[in-house]
């Protein structure tokens, strides 16, 4: 057997695991898995060349793809024309259902920031995909409530956001080796439901995370390219929208989008990974590349602003949407903080439209209204706003970088706010659920990576607080366990996540993901 499976089997698995599928696995990793593990050891050496007194900039090797006016990505794909609002979740059997009924255009099923790769997510999530492609998932609850999808024409366009490049699934073995996050997600939902979504009407379409040039673009490309010839399905049958959410590839939008135009659906504005991003990459390079505490961090600054602006424009240009970002606010019960984020959302969102993004996410049923009221209000009776070409717009690389001009402080309260989100979504990540809310904002892997990497440079850069103390590991540590007594419940829930909080927050070494050691806790 070309791939060899080490997780459980559980019922119905091998609806997943089919042969085929295990197929296509063995074929991308031995083809792919190579240039996958150099364009990670690429990523390391370009934070080495920045922690030396490099910079990111534009590439002068590909400029001739950025000068050259003619080519435009395809045309948008059925159920992908209109994306005035997206919802995006987790892929367990009830979020599946309220995804799919919420009333928006798209579903961001993910397999990525928002859940936790634990076998039972990894191979569960896909057989629920398939129950709800081919309309077999209508449960009730043991508490009686009952879910049942709604009529097709209601139903949100299904969009699979896959792993990143940088995660190895350990269950799943070629010729001994861990194989490719990615390329599992990938193929286990193309197999299962790439034929029926196109007899459906709709198609293959994927969300791409946290790539880092447009070298990684091309690997996916050859990924859909040998997938969709091992298959028999025509080229370009795949759609793929990319997440701009790193700091490298702000720099590399047009490139990304021409290497993947036969597959392109556009980009998307990944604020959370991308504020991560601009913070690892640039973390030892002293305070002008540090940000104050998160929550002071907003779309309006001048680096977000240049991110964003870029993003409709080069999307535009080539034809391609441009969807914009997740506001965190969720729905809470407390009235007067509800009401003040949907107020933040609705500015949020506003804010896109005008800008010319073609629609938006929202983490939340509740908040799926107040998007396509903002974004209806915009596009009148167009499904887009493709033809807005932002012609006035003139983004710099040095406005790119403008991290300095970003206002706010580091505080005390920031400082044990990232300790105590940190911990506490590691602990629910832990145990299996990859977002969650925490004093009333949604977190997922990205806004924590922000929270402990934000810590991390902060001890680096030595920083004191509006309280007078520095910042080091010490303080960490005896803040995490202040925080953790807060907490409700047994503080033994916390004992994992506060190991790795602490290993990851006060390391020597920046270490580059998160849940790449979360990842090694789990069975
Ligand atoms: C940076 C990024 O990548 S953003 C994208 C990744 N992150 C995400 O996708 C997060 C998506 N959101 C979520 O997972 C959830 O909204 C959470 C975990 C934050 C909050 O969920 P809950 O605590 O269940 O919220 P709440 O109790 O208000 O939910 C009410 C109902 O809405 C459902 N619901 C909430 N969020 C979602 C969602 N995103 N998709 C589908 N259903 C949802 C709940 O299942 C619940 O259903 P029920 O009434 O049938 O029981
Ligand atoms: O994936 C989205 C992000 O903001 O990160
Ligand atoms: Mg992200």
Not at 168 to 181: A, C, I, M, N, Q
Not at 207 to 231: C, G, I
Not at 312 to 319: L, Y
Not at 442 to 450: G, K, P, R, V
Request: proline content about 5%; charged content about 25%; overall charge negative.
């Amino acid at each position: 057997m070309a791939v060899e499976i080490t997780g459980p089997m559980h019922e119905r698995y091998d609806e997943i695991l089919s042969e085929r599928a295990l197929e296509l696995i063995g074929l991308l990793h031995r083809e792919l898995n190579g240039r996958r593990l150099e364009l990670l050891d690429r990523r390391r050496e370009r934070v080495a060349e920045i922690a030396a007194g490099g910079s990111l900039g534009f590439l002068p090797e590909t400029a001739p793809i950025r000068e050259d006016p003619s080519w435009r990505v395809a045309p948008p794909a059925p159920g992908l024309v209109d994306r005035r609002v997206e919802i995006t979740g987790p892929t367990d059997r009830k979020m599946t259902v309220n995804a799919l009924n919420s009333g928006a255009k798209v579903w961001l099923a993910d397999h990525e920031d928002a859940n936790t790769p634990l076998w039972e997510n990894v191979v569960g999530g896909q057989l629920n995909l398939l129950d709800a492609v081919t309309r077999n998932i209508d449960f009730s609850t043991e508490a009686g409530k009952s879910y049942a999808l709604k009529p097709d024409e209601e139903l949100a366009t299904i969009v699979v956001r896959p792993r990143g490049w940088h995660l190895p699934e350990k269950h799943l073995l070629v010729d001994g080796e861990r194989t490719s996050g990615s390329l599992v997600d990938f193929a286990l939902y193309l197999v299962a439901c790439g034929q029926l979504q196109l007899d459906r009407g709709a198609g293959p379409y994927f969300y791409l995370p946290k790539m880092e040039s447009h070298l990684e673009a091309r690997l996916w490309n050859d990924a859909f390219v040998l997938a969709q010839d091992f298959l028999g399905m025509p080229r370009g049958t795949i759609r793929a929208t990319v997440l701009i959410e790193t700091y490298p590839a702000a720099f590399e939008m047009e490139e990304i989008l021409y290497e993947l135009r036969e597959h392109s659906a556009g980009l998307n504005a990944g604020r959370w990974d991308f504020m991560f991003s601009v913070i690892k990459t640039y973390r030892t390079r002293g305070t002008d590349f540090q940000l104050p505490d998160r929550n002071s961090v907003t779309m309006t600054v001048p680096f977000m602003r240049a991110y964003t602006e870029l993003l409709v424009q080069t999307c535009h240009k080539r034809g391609a949407h441009a969807i914009g970002g997740m506001a965190a606010f969720i729905p809470s019960k407390d009235p007067a903080v509800n009401e003040q984020a949907f107020a933040k959302v609705e500015a949020d969102k506003q804010r896109e439209a005008a800008d010319g993004f073609d629609g938006s996410w929202v983490a939340h049923p509740g908040m799926v209204d107040i998007c396509k009221t903002v974004f209806t209000a915009v596009l009148g009776s167009n499904p887009n706003q493709l033809g807005k070409l932002r012609p006035e717009v003139s983004v710099t690389a040095d406005e790119l970088l403008d991290v300095v001009s970003t206002p706010g402080e580091v505080t005390e309260e920031g400082l044990r706010n990232n300790i105590s989100v940190a911990i506490q979504y590691l602990a629910a990540w832990l145990e299996g659920t990859g977002a969650v809310g925490i004093f009333n904002l949604m977190e997922d892997a990205a806004t924590a990576e922000i929270s402990r990497s934000q810590i991390w440079q902060w001890r680096h850069n030595e920083v004191v607080l509006d309280t007078g103390a520095q910042i080091t590991a010490d303080l960490v540590t005896q803040l995490a366990d202040e925080e953790i007594a807060k907490l409700e419940g047994d503080p033994a829930r916390y004992t994992a996540a506060r190991e790795t909080f602490l290993e990851v927050a006060n390391a020597d070494d920046y270490i580059d993901f998160l849940t790449i050691p979360a990842y090694e806790r789990m069975p």
